[in-house]
């Protein structure tokens, strides 16, 4: 184990420095928390040794701790983890007091950190046991604490070191937000304490070692009379912060997340008792939340399931297929949206439109969004020109030569693709793979267009393009491998998170999300409250309620999805009772956000006010109302049972995706892990019961799939029998 190794220089400055071999970002395990336990022994006990300056072999100091640690932790239950979290303390706890005398507070080592980049986590954590933390003027750096984004929150000190080091009102965005700064940022903020020329780090930090007296090594906390900075719980102002960060996590989370709740509680409590008692609080908070399954199921897809995916987990075996230049066809909403964000990840891009005029709004549209990141002083005036220089906006197809991947992004009509298909394979060499953005129309059905069906393939994006990180990549009957990989690698180069499924109506996300909207709206025409379907969907985590999604996505989008889809269907189609209501809101002209109507009202400038109460006259309340959970079993059954029948029938080939994919693609309730994982939580014996009951009030619609009734029988579990592993497509 050479994770951590200490060399001594002739100054007498221990340098414990950071580099696990064969990592290009160090992560902290279990051993290397030993192992920096006994380096730091030695050199406290060393009497040549005058101070001690931790820092990292790599570019960055560190990513965090190894979640599969905090697997193995979680394995061994309540005692193992507090007891884990407990010797992380006391290390980190050995390294602050740096051997000074408990009652002097004179004696002790000088030890500081040195980062030289990114530092998250316990990367951060660590520093702040530190006396004093340098950070290398490094604009890239990335400084904080992201546990929360992950479900849990920093559980080795970071939690009570940050909110006595800042107060807890001006800890909260890091702790409760997971807030990343640069250093510049992190030194203003009062995370770290000095930004210096990044060939100066460790220099400087060995002078602060060296020079550093007694008084500099006593943190605030362990000195007589502390009071924590804006004020303890019963300070009033401290009272005031408190108060109003309750009530700010429950109008953010709506009291879904464990982790927000253990969070505030290990501050808050934490505040009133001594330093090392706060320490333990904080331990026994971080036990609770790890053992509850939404932490698992979170850390499971937002981290583990979604890196496997970024980094290609499903890719065929073929060379490597990254995109040099691409054409977008197409410059409305969602091609424009995609030609940017390729132009920005370095990529060289075609956009055509019918006409110039439209060819060149749609790169101004990347123009606009570059300039909003020059106003907040995220790109320099240099990288926009370089950016839009990239883009060629035009009608000339000849322009397209020497592409390798086209992103097809036209009106929603088979005709129109399909001539545009056309034109592009003639413009084109024979290798060129052929992406459609479509929404709705089957691949197969479209790949008839292509003369190389193998090389004919979904890539759809989410809107809008710039914000949503999923990418669906659909394979049609013929769509060949390297078409997959082709798409996956592209995805990869503009930093998006893929997932490959089968054709099939609506492909996954699509094929979740309507059923979800189309409940709220089932549920307005039989007289449930509006206001309780809302607020059903939001207090089980859901971003957006079903009416408030409907209007974002346009109502008369859903009226032309409901028509094609009856088409389509004939007799089996089963949502009439849902198209009586968006057909007549369609007639009223309120057609969602864009018409500034639908089942919200909206100020002249667009702001969502309230629910319409033109509703109600039509569609009358009924006197007896569901309850709460039964709201909530239809909003969410109606998603997971789709979840389950594509994978049941094929369309996904791996539950990893189907998790991840729900989070990221329409929001899907993340605290629970994803459809699969929430399934997994309430067990399938029950979900089954639940189908029962809804199927006979609300219809067969409900009924649960074969697979998860075989599961209940069998008591299994989704991540227990397909593994997280890929299935057979
Ligand atoms: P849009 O109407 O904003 O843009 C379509 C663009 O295509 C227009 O600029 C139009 O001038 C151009 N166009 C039409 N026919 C053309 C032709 N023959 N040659 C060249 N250009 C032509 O539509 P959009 O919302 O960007 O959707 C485009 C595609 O993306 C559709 O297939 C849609 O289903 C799909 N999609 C849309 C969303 C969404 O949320 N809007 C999400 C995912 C996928």
């Given amino acids: 184990?050479?994770?951590?190794?200490?060399?001594?220089?002739?100054?007498?400055?221990?340098?414990?420095?950071?580099?696990?071999?064969?990592?290009?970002?160090?992560?902290?395990?279990?051993?290397?928390?030993?192992?920096?336990?006994?380096?730091?022994?030695?050199?406290?006990?060393?009497?040549?040794?005058?101070?001690?300056?931790?820092?990292?072999?790599?570019?960055?100091?560190?990513?965090?701790?190894?979640?599969?640690?905090?697997?193995?932790?979680?394995?061994?239950?309540?005692?193992?983890?507090?007891?884990?979290?407990?010797?992380?303390?006391?290390?980190?706890?050995?390294?602050?007091?740096?051997?000074?005398?408990?009652?002097?507070?004179?004696?002790?080592?000088?030890?500081?950190?040195?980062?030289?980049?990114?530092?998250?986590?316990?990367?951060?954590?660590?520093?702040?046991?530190?006396?004093?933390?340098?950070?290398?003027?490094?604009?890239?750096?990335?400084?904080?604490?992201?546990?929360?984004?992950?479900?849990?929150?920093?559980?080795?000190?970071?939690?009570?070191?940050?909110?006595?080091?800042?107060?807890?009102?001006?800890?909260?965005?890091?702790?409760?937000?997971?807030?990343?700064?640069?250093?510049?940022?992190?030194?203003?903020?009062?995370?770290?304490?000095?930004?210096?020329?990044?060939?100066?780090?460790?220099?400087?930090a060995k002078d602060w070692v060296l020079n550093a007296k007694d008084a500099d090594l006593v943190k605030p906390w362990d000195d007589k009379g502390y009071k924590m900075p804006g004020g303890a719980p019963y300070h009033p102002a401290g009272f005031m912060t408190f108060v109003g960060a309750s009530a700010m996590i429950n109008s953010k989370t709506q009291g879904v997340y464990p982790a927000a709740k253990a969070l505030l509680a290990a501050v808050y409590e934490g505040a009133m008792v001594p330093f090392d008692v706060a320490l333990k609080i904080e331990a026994r908070q971080f036990t609770s939340v790890l053992l509850n399954p939404s932490s698992s199921a979170m850390i499971r897809s937002l981290f583990i399931n979604k890196e496997a995916l970024d980094k290609g987990a499903n890719r065929p075996k073929v060379a490597d297929q990254s995109v040099k230049k691409l054409g977008v066809i197409g410059a409305g909403m969602m091609g424009a949206g995609i030609a940017y964000v390729s132009a920005n990840a370095g990529i060289e891009v075609v956009l055509i439109d019918a006409s110039q005029e439209s060819a060149d709004r749609g790169k101004a549209h990347s123009a606009d969004l570059l300039d909003k990141g020059v106003k907040r002083g995220k790109v320099t005036p240099a990288k926009k020109e370089e950016v839009l220089a990239r883009i060629t906006a035009t009608t000339d197809y000849a322009a397209l030569a020497g592409a390798d991947l086209i992103v097809e992004a036209v009106f929603e009509d088979v005709a129109v693709k399909a001539g545009v298909t056309k034109k592009v394979l003639a413009a084109v060499g024979p290798d060129c793979i052929f992406a459609t953005n479509t929404s709705t129309l089957p691949i197969t059905q479209l790949a008839h267009a292509s003369d190389k069906p193998a090389n004919f393939i979904g890539i759809h994006f989410f809107s809008p393009v710039d914000k949503m990180n999923l990418v669906e990549i659909i394979k049609g009957h013929e769509t060949g491998d390297t078409a997959v990989a082709k798409a996956l690698d592209f995805v990869r180069q503009i930093r998006k998170t893929p997932i490959v499924v089968n054709d099939a109506r609506f492909f996954y996300a699509n094929r979740c999300i309507i059923p979800y909207i189309n409940e709220g709206i089932r549920m307005v025409a039989e007289g449930v409250e509006p206001a309780l379907v809302e607020n059903a969907a939001k207090l089980v985590g859901m971003p957006l309620g079903p009416l408030q999604l409907v209007d974002e996505t346009s109502i008369d989008l859903g009226v032309k999805i409901a028509k094609a889809t009856k088409a389509a269907m004939g007799d089996d189609y089963p949502d009439e009772a849902v198209d009586k209501v968006i057909f007549w809101m369609a007639d009223q002209g309120r057609l969602g956000r864009k018409a500034n109507a639908g089942f919200y009202t909206y100020s002249d400038k667009g702001d969502r006010l309230a629910l319409w109460e033109g509703l109600e006259p039509k569609y009358p309340l009924d006197k007896l109302q569901p309850s709460l959970t039964d709201v909530q079993h239809r909003l969410l059954f109606a998603q997971v049972l789709e979840a389950v029948r594509a994978l049941e029938e094929g369309v996904l080939t791996d539950i990893r995706e189907g998790d991840v994919g729900a989070i990221l693609g329409w929001g899907f309730a993340p605290w629970s892990g994803g459809p699969f994982s929430w399934l997994d939580i309430l067990g399938a014996a029950r979900a089954v019961e639940i189908c029962r009951g809804l199927t006979a009030q609300f219809g067969p619609r409900f009924h649960a799939p074969a697979l998860l009734r075989e599961m209940a029988e069998k008591g299994e579990t989704f991540y227990g029998r397909f593994g997280g592993q890929k299935q057979a497509a």
């Fill in 1 to 204: 184990m050479t994770d951590f190794t200490s060399v001594t220089d002739a100054d007498g400055v221990a340098v414990i420095t950071w580099d696990v071999p064969q990592k290009s970002m160090n992560v902290m395990s279990t051993e290397a928390f030993a192992l920096l336990s006994d380096l730091v022994d030695q050199a406290l006990a060393d009497s040549a040794v005058k101070g001690i300056v931790i820092t990292s072999g790599k570019k960055d100091f560190a990513g965090g701790m190894d979640l599969n640690v905090i697997a193995q932790m979680r394995a061994g239950g309540a005692q193992a983890i507090f007891d884990g979290v407990m010797m992380m303390h006391k290390v980190l706890r050995k390294i602050e007091l740096a051997g000074m005398d408990p009652k002097t507070k004179k004696g002790g080592k000088p030890i500081a950190a040195a980062l030289p980049g990114t530092a998250l986590g316990i990367g951060l954590e660590l520093p702040l046991s530190t006396h004093r933390i340098f950070a290398a003027d490094n604009p890239k750096a990335k400084i904080g604490l992201p546990e929360i984004m992950v479900g849990i929150f920093p559980g080795a000190g970071g939690t009570t070191r940050l909110s006595r080091k800042l107060g807890a009102m001006i800890a909260a965005p890091f702790l409760l937000e997971g807030k990343l700064s640069d250093p510049k940022s992190a030194k203003a903020a009062g995370l770290i304490d000095e930004v210096v020329p990044a060939d100066e780090l460790l220099a400087r």
